[in-house]
């Protein structure tokens, strides 16, 4: 879960005011010392802490609370309010030129995924039906060029690359020119990395900024760095003026203190955050879902657009014909399986919902071999018993078992859970039905 330490802590002291039906000043400042600890020790920058908590309590100890019938409520509100415009209120969206192409340099020390994440911007913005063109120009670390290549390769996105004997300056200006010549409208930028900021890294992203004059500069830092990537975006910017941040390992070990302080400490705006590996992992921040998802008040908006992405529209409505007219069958179950693990892992699914906790979460254990071993089971079947499973009998057991590698147990089991969704299905069915019949409100006099 994202921020997994700090969330707990910040619900726990927030939670403590919930069931109080009147706040004290003494109930605001210890509920906010505990605050305060819990930004701390998640490495948010000491001053953007201290700031933070000093707005709180100035709106939680006037009226709008102490006069509230839920006074706790309000001041859980208002720490949301806070934390989304310490992110920046509102998604900040990528600087798209009037007349293409679009030109966007890439920045950051070695080891944050600046490459990969260049790699994850193209596919990205090839979604959008644009046509983007990733040029390398890191020509100093070894096999950084082929890894663009294999990255472009993956995402199907044209590489421009002119060897590693050339001047960076010179093989961004030809880039521009080859993109404009065939049609690209966006050109990503990916240049050369140090283990630290140097006057030579610099002075070089300088001379590429100064001769292809880009519409944004995006600095990729590593979340997990907590407050060292704050220093390093503060550093980046005072010399290059960086237009947005992207916060790279998220679904990490991070903290949080990058997400929190970056944003108050530079003046400029995360636009992305990397969730994962994967190249289709690359997210648009949005500070008011984050913050809610801190809370544990959830983030129901991602996961729906998750699941626009993931989910098959036209399966979905054969399903929900299926489901009304009680024909589910296993096959449906299947390919319900895989179209949940497109979503991603179960835990991360959990978190965008409203009312759980990290601390419920650890106590869900979904196991990767289950999954496997019910397609397993399911795959092993013949096609008429995955139609109607009230045909397989104890002899249909023993054979599926051994097909599968699974035991007799296994199948039992399965043909429990599925008898039972079935049942649930139909019950949510019958629901509907009778409210239709009886009114728009389920009542026969509405």
Do not use: W
Request: proline share 4%.
């Amino acid at each position: 879960m994202i921020f997994e330490s700090l969330s707990e802590k910040l619900q726990n002291a927030l939670g403590k005011l919930r069931s109080k039906g009147k706040l004290t000043e003494k109930d605001v400042d210890t509920a906010l010392r505990e605050v305060r600890l819990a930004l701390l020790e998640a490495d948010v920058n000491f001053r953007v802490v201290k700031d933070f908590v000093k707005r709180v309590k100035e709106r939680a100890i006037g009226s709008e609370v102490m006069e509230s019938l839920t006074p706790g409520q309000q001041v859980i509100k208002i720490v949301n309010e806070e934390l989304t415009i310490l992110m920046g209120e509102r998604e900040s969206k990528l600087n798209i030129a009037s007349t293409p192409p679009t030109i966007i340099l890439m920045c950051g020390l070695q080891g944050a995924g600046k490459t990969t994440t260049a790699g994850k911007l193209a596919n990205n913005l090839l979604k959008q039906n644009k046509r983007p063109l990733l040029v390398a120009c890191d020509i100093y670390r070894p096999a950084a060029i082929k890894q663009l290549e294999v990255v472009g390769e993956r995402v199907g996105v044209p590489v421009f690359t002119m060897g590693d004997r050339n001047n960076p300056v010179d093989i961004a200006k030809a880039a521009i020119e080859h993109g404009k010549k065939n049609n690209n409208d966006i050109i990503i930028i990916d240049t050369a990395g140090r283990l630290h900021i140097d006057d030579d890294l610099m002075e070089e992203l300088e001379n590429i900024y100064s001769t292809v004059n880009p519409h944004e500069v995006l600095l990729v830092v590593d979340a997990m760095t907590g407050q060292d990537a704050v220093n390093v975006a503060e550093t980046f910017n005072d010399r290059l003026e960086i237009t947005g941040v992207i916060l790279t390992k998220l679904d990490g070990d991070a903290r949080g203190g990058a997400a929190l302080s970056i944003r108050s400490v530079t003046k400029k705006p995360i636009k992305f955050v990397g969730m994962g590996e994967k190249l289709d992992q690359l997210e648009p921040f949005h500070p008011d879902r984050m913050a809610s998802r801190i809370l544990g008040m959830g983030d129901v908006l991602s996961l729906i657009e998750k699941a626009q992405a993931s989910i098959d529209e036209k399966k979905a409505l054969e399903l929900e014909k299926k489901l009304r007219s009680q024909q589910f069958t296993l096959d449906d179950f299947l390919d319900q399986i895989d179209q949940m693990k497109n979503l991603g892992p179960i835990d991360e699914i959990l978190g965008m919902l409203p009312g759980i906790n990290s601390k419920a979460l650890k106590n869900i254990d979904v196991n990767e071999k289950d999954i496997i071993k019910i397609k397993a089971i399911i795959q092993s079947m013949t096609p008429e018993e995955r139609n109607d499973p009230s045909i397989i009998d104890s002899r249909r057991k023993k054979r599926i078992a051994m097909g599968s590698g699974t035991t007799v147990q296994d199948i039992n089991r399965l043909l429990k859970q599925f008898k039972d969704t079935k049942k649930m299905m139909k019950r949510f069915t019958n629901m509907e039905k009778a409210i239709k019949k009886k009114g728009k409100f389920g009542f026969p006099f509405f």
